[in-house]
């Protein structure tokens, strides 16, 4: 299905770009490696600890945003997974966005 593909790719797009839009300075707040169309966005924190609150302050919000640490990725490199769909509308992006500059400080 073309047309769902790109869907989710413009939202990949609209995701990536606000949240290096919110805080340039803040290096947690930029999308990490990944394909750039890629529906799976990661946010890399790199503390467990750090990871699995924010993960938690997200799921309070009403979020479902995994934190992802070791073992089943190296230490140091802890990060949120935000998995999309097609279902999600640019306006949930947004609220996340800002739910996620909140959470971590600047």
């Known amino acids: 299905e073309p047309a769902r593909r790109q869907s989710l790719a413009t939202l990949a797009a609209h995701l990536r770009g606000r949240l290096a839009e919110v805080r340039p300075q803040a290096a947690e707040l930029r999308p990490g490696p990944a394909a750039p169309h890629s529906p799976i966005v990661p946010v890399m924190l790199g503390d467990p600890n750090r990871t699995m609150a924010a993960a938690a302050e997200l799921r309070r919000r009403g979020f479902f945003v995994p934190g992802i640490r070791p073992p089943s990725v190296p230490p140091g490199q802890s990060l949120l997974r935000i998995s999309l769909s097609v279902r999600h509308t640019p306006q949930q ?6 739910a996620l500059s909140a959470i971590l400080p600047a």
Request: charged fraction near 15%; hydrophobic fraction near 85%; avoid cysteine.
């Open 93 to 98: 992006l947004d609220a996340l966005v800002a």
